[in-house]
């Protein structure tokens, strides 16, 4: 079946440091990819996405290249700030029916420090 | 503003006993799911529903049931038979992919709710 692997964190950096939480992925077929952040306490927001070989996600600064060769979708941000501290998930859609059943890697810690 | 709730924030849950978190949503998404979140776990899927009075089991259904009646909600029940049930529960929506074939894959979350086992 699908299945998606993030780096374990937790990641700490400080602050204007750059970037790189690793996410490779196993998929049949050609799934999308996206980055989902978590902030403490809440629900997921959709941080980028990408639906085809090559296309890069983009969004706040954070960039990501849908690497089929690789099989990757690493997500770097090249000035992290103390904001940006939150779970970072990667995931994949298997593009089935009409519903959207998204594959979730276990979450990156991102701990950004003054 | 448009979004999803999820209520309660926290839940308590005695041995033995059911008890449902509320998801609703004003989205006008035809799509709705329910996660489950474990610590160093990730999301894994309970159920989902693509449209009205239709539903589908994920990964982990065991022990857990839903409805959906309205479009707006799609309530979940933790039943006795989850022998597990402590976790972070998290409800997400969809557009249906007629309409905007990439938004389809696109999820709202809501803030979540943490259920715990007294």
């Known amino acids: 079946g699908d299945s998606v692997t993030q780096m374990e964190g937790p990641v700490t950096l400080s602050e204007e440091a750059f970037l790189t939480i690793n996410c490779t992925y196993t998929a049949t077929g050609y799934p999308s990819l996206f980055w989902y952040v978590q902030y403490p306490g809440e629900g997921l927001q959709l941080l980028l996405k990408?639906?085809?070989?090559?296309d890069k996600g983009s969004n706040k600064g954070f960039e990501a290249t849908y690497r089929k060769e690789t099989t990757s979708f690493h997500l770097e941000k090249g000035s992290v700030q103390v904001s940006d501290s939150a779970v970072y998930f990667c995931a994949l859609s298997d593009r089935t029916g009409t519903a959207s059943k998204l594959t979730f890697g276990t979450g990156t810690r991102l701990q950004v420090t003054l | 503003d448009g979004g999803i709730t999820q209520s309660p924030k926290y839940l308590f849950r005695k041995e033995g006993q059911n008890v449902t978190l509320s998801c609703e949503q004003n989205l006008n998404h035809d799509a709705m799911y329910w996660y489950r979140q474990d610590p160093g776990q990730g999301l894994r899927l309970i159920y989902y529903?693509?449209?009205?009075?239709?539903?589908q089991k994920g990964d982990i259904a065991e022990g857990y049931s839903v409805s959906r009646e309205k479009k707006e909600s799609f309530p979940l029940t933790v039943t006795s038979a989850q022998k597990n049930p402590t976790a972070f529960y998290l409800c997400?929506?969809?557009?249906?992919?007629?309409?905007?074939?990439?938004?389809?894959?696109?999820?709202?979350f809501g803030s979540g709710t943490q259920l715990s086992v007294l």
């Open positions: 529903s693509q449209i009205v009075n239709d539903f």
């Open positions: 997400a929506s969809s557009l249906h992919h007629l309409g905007q074939p990439d938004e389809h894959e696109k999820l709202f």
């Open positions: 990408a639906t085809k070989a090559d």
